[in-house]
């Protein structure tokens, strides 16, 4: 048996100096960003009133309350509940579609490549960020204030809030389009909007469709509840049916959101696939 | 130097012609076909979602003068003409900014280490047996569906009104989601070090720790960031079932109408999501360089 190469420490100590003797800081600093970390955990547990007592009789009651859920039961309710959920996916529909439409036209405003100067684009990106910056909840309380509780408030809420992810999304893949296509449009003699609609929107349009979809799918878990605060759908049913402790209803609609959610993935990963390419999805 | 463009004759142009029409064309048609399908949907929807646009154009000045009456203090001045007055319950709002910001926090960090935990029996390559993966990935898939506010109703019930609700939907949440995008990460991971390892004759948890770990921990960091900024959003929203954090106030002061409150709440809430977005954002392009920002 062969025997291997003695190591000669010496040597590998002065052939590579910074794995054995690494200076204080970089070996010291996992350790204590682990310790604040944990130590601002243990702080949050406390300040948020934690306690293994309450958290103990809450566990078990959580366990009595999933055994009340079985088996899921909607009573003589189906029918509103599945009217409910059809709203659910009428309000995602259109409030992603509005959303998309009104992004569009300002987003090729805060696109680079489409105005160079940084004084609309800077502004405009902020405005983006701050929409984005307040949960669809709270556009969908500010809206019924508007125009009255019901699903139309939820439809406009998730237009807005959608509309800065919009704005920034379609700002990005616009930059991201190759200028190539725009300058030979320049050069046979096509002005500032023929070079967007025949130089940049067929590089667009399909990434811009993808995520449309893509959101369509999301929202329609995020029009399952906003109903939570009166702005129609299916999670109006569900707020209610869980204050009045109708466990088996509770876990019905459950189910009926997790099917809807799966139905709209599937359909819309198919769409996706079928514009953009199963390789550029993943 | 000058060249002469090529000009066919008519007779092949013609028929070059026609053949574009006809790709064109096809195309055109299913484009069309689509866009009427689409509309047809919308149009259901539209019964569906009760849209009434007449409602809508005549509340529509509704929103422009909401956000004027926001935007104006009881004494019917402008709110920045007397910050004291609009931020009159500033103590009281950052601590329950903190509040919300410590519920995101710890939520995010509970859900991280169940994904941690999890999310290798749930990836393709690293799970030991198949019907582990499949429960796995099928308890991550319902937690990341059923939207947090159903968990935070269900808990309040549970554990009693309070942030301790709000954390543990957090957490659940983003342990379905983070387990996801976690295990998504090692399916990725070069599976060559682990044969190294598992060369040596040590045993799965080994393998793990020395040969995948290693390559994953990045990535991991990275997205339990993103995650964090996405959860500061969700909690600001807990208070609304009454999980905790700012979302209490928020709720009271629009359903009550004290209009200059909702502006200075919301002012804040931006704000502060404003600040940990460029935070992670800065800690996540220091940490795995400037790819990983975005």
Redesign the interface.
Known sequence: MSQLPKHDTAQLRAKYPDIFERPASARLATPVVALV?FA??I???D????SPT??VS??R??GW?SMMMIPPNPGSSLPTYLQAL??T???A??GT?LAALMALPVSLMAARNIIPSNLLRFPLRRFF??IR???T??WA???I????L???A??LAIAVSDFGAFGKLFSEAIEAADRKQVEGIRASGGNALHEIRFGLMPQVLPVIAGQVLYFIESNT??A??IG??GA?GIGLQ??EQ?RV?EWQK?SFL?LM??VA??AIDWISSRLRFAIIGRRAVA | MTSAVAILPSQQLAALNEAYRRAVARRRWRVLLGAAVFAA??V?????????LK??FT?LG??AS?FDRILKLDDGSRVWTNFGEWFWGWQKWLRLLG?TL??S??GT?IGTVFAFVLNFFAAENTSPSNWLRFVVRRLME?AR???G??FA???V????L???AG?LAVAIHSTGALGKQFSEIVENAEMKPVEGVRSTGTGWVSCMRFAVLPQVIAGYASYALLRFEINV??S??MG??GA?GIGQE??VA??K?YYSDVSAI?VM??VT??II?ITTGWLRGRLFGRDART
Not at chain 1, 47 to 50: E, S, Y
Not at chain 2, 157 to 160: H, L, M, N, S
């Open positions: 970390a601002v955990f702080f949050g547990l300040d948020l009133g934690f309450r958290f809450g566990l009651q959580l309350i059809g709203e996916l009428s309000i529909l259109l579609t960020d701050s910056g307040v949960d909840l709270i309380l500010v809206w204030n508007v125009v009255g019901g699903p139309f939820g439809v878990r995020s399952s509840i939570i605060v129609g569900l707020a869980i402790l509770v459950v959101i997790l959610v799966a | 949907a919308l259901i929807a539209a019964f569906g979602a009760e849209v009434n409602t809508f509340y509704n929103f909401y509040e410590l519920i926090y710890v960090l319902f569906t059923v939207p506010i159903v109703l269900i808990f019930i549970a554990f009693g309070g942030p301790m954390v959003r969700e600001s929203v609304f079932v905790g928020l709720v629009i359903r109408f919301l809430i931006v999501v404003f977005d």
